[in-house]
């Protein structure tokens, strides 16, 4: 199909094609306990001599320009039940070899594992990946948060995708 599909994926789920996706990867909201605003944002790349307010690698320089802003509110009742929901209207799509990446934060990803495991079956957890990053503020009152956490598991233990040579 090779498509972006935009929409509420609880609506959009049951309308795709069997065992049509080898990779479900979710980045649902946080629950953070507020709203969040989010500004989507164009970036293209400009001559060298040209004025960019992003530079890249090797010297690379880009323009960015701030398109539509988005707002929802990020602070469910039931956050687990929303997460599960959705995965579960997704596993009828997946393939057999299929991996389940889920991108989380600390407010969830401990309660989010234990119902995952119960879900999908403890045994299919692969492995939890550390994002780290050093970008944003930093408490002086607590540590900061500086990692999410992706939760990987797979449909068949034996059988599915890993490809090495692709790790950076």
Known sequence: MNRIIQGDCLNVLPTLPKACARLLYL??????????????????????DAAGDRHG????????????????????DDFIGFLLSRIEAAMPCLTDDASIFVHLDWREVHY?????????????FMNE??????????SKKRWPTKHDSILWYVRDRKHYIFDYDAMD
Do not use: C, M
Not at 35 to 42: D, E, G, L, P, V
Not at 57 to 64: A, C, I, Q, T, V
Not at 129 to 138: P, V
């Open 129 to 138: 990946i550390i994002w780290a990053y050093d970008f944003g503020g930093r």
């Open 27 to 48: 980045d649902p909201p946080f629950n953070t306990g507020s709203s969040q605003r989010r500004t989507t944002t164009t970036v293209t790349a400009v001559e060298e």
């Open 112 to 124: 989010a594992k234990v119902a995952l495991d119960q879900l999908l079956g403890r045994d299919h």
């Open 57 to 76: 690698f090797g010297g690379r320089r880009y323009r960015s320009t701030p398109g539509d802003e988005h707002a929802y509110d990020d602070d469910f």
